[in-house]
């Protein structure tokens, strides 16, 4: 069907311009790599729950933010999928946006299964759609919509016909999280896989990575682990985990293909240390 890359990358908090700069480098980096389909994280322009979402939000398709990716996704002749915080008259919204490589907007999501403490923040999406393509039929969620009881939403996805069902994610831990003790994932591989076997698609969930330093869960921290699952229910690429594991992942998603152990592939940037620092 086509090539995927995931970005996993930092996010800074409430720093829409650096973000944007960021996501376009990274964007191009996949796009050379040969990638026809790019993932990038929830919320990527201001971070998971920001304050600054009450003043920085802005509109979709037309505001600056969603202008910036239609553009990434014309200049590097890519699909583009993204996390965006969105206003909407009074209201905020943790949204994602998937773009045709001519720059059209074919699906605008708003999250269902928000996280409560996310609630003060954001107001809730009300609907679901699918996009028919020449890649497939794609599907877009974010995050916790994931793992909305009986997995509603991405069942839904399946029902109304997705090949492949697309995740803007922020993975966040607790900042003295041990990843040997406790390895990162189980609730995705929980509630993804039964969905992509069931339905047989597959089902792509890009994380930032970075310090949360603001919001209700200040001095978390996102620690990757982006994972795709195939077919068959089992994970086919996960990414590498630590709150400075950036990361462009690259898998080939087509038709014939089963889940299989290993065969994706990832190309690694790390920041400077003083990049990883909690403000």
Request: hydrophobic fraction near 40%; glycine fraction near 10%.
């Amino acid at each position: 069907m086509f090539k995927l890359a995931l970005i996993q990358m930092i996010v800074r908090a409430g720093r829409k311009q650096e973000n944007l700069s960021h996501a376009e480098e990274l964007v191009r980096r996949a796009a050379a790599d040969g990638a026809e389909v790019v993932l990038l994280p929830e919320a990527l322009t201001l971070g998971w729950t920001d304050p600054s979402a009450k003043t920085e939000a802005d509109k979709i398709p037309e505001g600056e933010s969603c202008a910036r990716l239609r553009k990434m996704a014309r200049e590097a002749g890519v699909y583009v999928c993204a996390g965006l915080i969105e206003r909407a008259g009074s209201e905020v919204f943790n949204a994602a946006v998937f773009i045709d490589p001519t720059g059209n907007v074919l699906l605008h999501h708003r999250k269902i299964n928000e996280l409560e403490i996310g609630h003060p923040v954001y107001a809730l999406g009300d609907r679901l759609q699918v996009s028919r393509t020449s890649l497939g039929t794609i599907g877009l969620m974010i995050c916790a919509d994931g793992f909305a009881h009986g997995q509603v939403v991405s069942r839904t996805l399946g029902y109304m016909g997705a090949d492949v069902i697309l995740s803007p994610c922020a993975w966040a831990v607790p900042a003295d999280h041990d990843d040997v003790k406790n390895p990162y994932g189980k609730i995705w591989l929980d509630n993804y896989g039964p969905v992509a076997k069931d339905f047989h698609v597959w089902i792509a969930g890009a994380s930032n990575v970075g310090w949360i330093e603001s919001g209700p869960w200040k001095g978390r921290k996102c620690i990757g682990c982006s994972l795709v699952i195939g077919p068959a229910g089992a994970p086919v690429l996960r990414g590498p985990y630590g709150v400075d594991a950036e990361a462009i992942l690259h898998f080939e998603i087509t038709p014939e293909r089963r889940a299989a152990q290993g065969d994706g592939w990832a190309r690694v940037w790390r920041s400077e240390p003083e990049d990883r620092q909690p403000c």
